[in-house]
């Protein structure tokens, strides 16, 4: 059985890039009989960008409600809290203790923290914290605790799925086979979702819609995704358009051609955005409704997590036990 697992950062309130990149086709994977799902909130990772406890504590109240709303079976995937894991972080050690700096110095995140702080003229490490510098190595910890082959995510992850592989193969080859090497799942058509300002949708630009906003909140934000000065009649480019792009992740293929052509036949900005309202609406409304009703039942969410920790750990603790006694700590004998 291939085993999927993936996780979202616990700061703030889950988006269409999240759900699009991640939330979507692990859902659908976790359909599959043939597959064995692993997801779960990243509340360690949200430490490394985050320092508010309450947005960190309700982003993960909202995040476990969304992955709930949506239908994911609990029953069948393993839904925790990575927090709840104690291994993790362990194992997160071992690793540290196995990647190599250089690695760490190629990473995304922290490449794009060096240069801003370049551009400002600041000190090259200015505000980086070790968290942010080995946020790849928790994420292999994440990824290998549980042996993952398939990992879906949107394309900004794919980076730290290769590293977690490169520090699976270096462990393996010190330690003996110990770990699967992981595989990055990316849907192309949506591998990166525009937010309202046409760049990535994402909670460090502000530049979100959030999956399950109420309806009118919902329609204004879709209002505000920025269009080029086209007049009605026009024709307009899709492929440039982020209301295409959008569309594009929510509709089907017929929908999709169709939309081709009324931008091509010079559809009204404001026309184009009201049937991108009615499209993601008529498909978020029924799960919104149990959004709402769970995020009113927290202690409801907690009992759900609890269970899903003590399934997660029935495959953490042996590993661990295994790995620890692989690397050489064990008990006197
Ligand atoms: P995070 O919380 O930033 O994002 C969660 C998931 O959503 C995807 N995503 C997007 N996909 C398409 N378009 C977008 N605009 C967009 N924005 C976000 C992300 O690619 C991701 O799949 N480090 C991870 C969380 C994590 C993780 C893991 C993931 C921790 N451990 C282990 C997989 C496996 C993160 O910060 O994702």
Redesign the pocket.
Known sequence: KARV?????T?GTP?L??Y???IRPAIEASKQEDSESFYFL?DF?ALIKCHDPEMVHQSSREIAATWLALGLDTDNAVFYR?SDIPEIPELCWLLNCMAAKGLMNRAHAYKAAVAANQEAGEDPDFGVTMGLYS?PV??AA??LMFNADK???????IQ??EMARDIAARFNHHYGQHFTLPEAVVDDS??????LDGR????SYGNTIPLFLPEKKLKKHINKIKTNLLEPGEPKDPDTSTVFQIWQAFATEAQTAEMRQAFADGIAWGEAKKQLFELINGQVAEARERYEALLADPDHIEEVLQKGAVKARAYSQPLLERLREAVGIRAMK
Request: charged residues 15%; glycine residues 12%; aromatic residues 2%.
């Open positions: 697992l993936t996780g979202i950062t700061t988006h890039g999240n699009v990149g991640a990243a990772h990575q946020y928790l994420m994440d990824i990992v879906p995510v949107g394309k900004d992850q730290h799925v949506v591998a990166v979702l525009q937010g990535k949708m994402s909670k």
